[in-house]
T-cell receptor, first 111, second 113 residues
Framework: AAGVIQSPRHLIKEKRETATLKCYPIPRHDTVYWYQQGPGQDPQFLISFYEKMQSDKGSIPDRFSAQQFSDYHSELNMSSLELGDSALYFC??????????FGNGTRLTVT | SQQGEEDPQALSIQEGENATMNCSYKTSINNLQWYRQNSGRGLVHLILIRSNEREKHSGRLRVTLDTSKKSSSLLITASRAADTASYFCATDASGGGADGLTFGKGTHLIIQP
């Protein structure tokens, strides 16, 4: 069965640079979520989209933005990167509110 | 403070033994879910228990929910080396909408062969 696809798998950026993470949800799933997971930490909810409209915002910094496109893929844009942004970024999708199906994440390293 | 708090933070047991992990939360919920995460990988949904349910089974997994104490437990019976992973509880708060789940800090489970 198709799973949530995230790209790239790994990304290395320098401070103050910009990064774009992509997510392709499971076909026919109507909700996409973005989570950030620091080393040894629990996943922190960033933002979600329902039918391409922003649905809920969590602890997403103002430097970050996200959108969901007409083909349902989503992108997380991160600007003015800081060392503390180094983390695993997960995208998840669902049909209805739950359960969530997670991608394997993008590991972002900011140097 | 975190919605979901798990204990223990780490648990090491022998293969074949049972593993029990606990989770507490603070707000009203629609449901509580348990996820598993292998190192550096995505989370995998294990089981969901609704707020009006008290116990649920799935294979070697048994989940209980006590809404009066705002707590849940996950029992893995007859553990296997492949069960080694981090386990997170996550709550879906009451209120509807496509709200993100709130995850607890997780229990790192190590099964010694």
């Amino acid at each position: 069965a198709a799973g949530v696809i995230q790209s790239p798998r790994h990304l290395i950026k320098e401070k103050r640079e910009t990064a774009t993470l992509k997510c392709y949800p499971i076909p026919r799933h109507d909700t996409v979520y973005w989570y950030q997971q620091g080393p040894g930490q629990d996943p922190q909810f960033l933002i979600s989209f329902y039918e391409k409209m922003q649905s809920d915002k969590g602890s997403i910094p103002d430097r970050f933005s996200a959108q969901q496109f007409s083909d349902y893929h989503s992108e997380l844009n991160m600007s003015s990167l800081e060392l503390g942004d180094s983390a695993l970024y997960f995208c998840a999708s669902s049909l209805g509110p739950s359960p969530l199906h997670f991608g394997n994440g993008t590991r972002l390293t900011v140097t | 403070s975190q919605q979901g708090e798990e204990d223990p933070q780490a648990l090491s047991i022998q293969e074949g033994e049972n593993a029990t992990m606990n989770c507490s939360y603070k707000t009203s919920i629609n449901n509580l879910q348990w996820y598993r995460q292998n190192s550096g990988r995505g989370l995998v949904h294990l089981i969901l228990i609704r707020s009006n349910e008290r116990e649920k089974h799935s294979g070697r997994l048994r989940v209980t929910l006590d809404t009066s104490k705002k707590s849940s437990s996950l029992l893995i019976t007859a553990s296997r080396a492949a069960d080694t992973a981090s386990y997170f509880c996550a709550t879906d708060a009451s209120g509807g909408g496509a709200d993100g789940l709130t995850f607890g800090k997780g229990t790192h489970l190590i099964i010694q062969p």
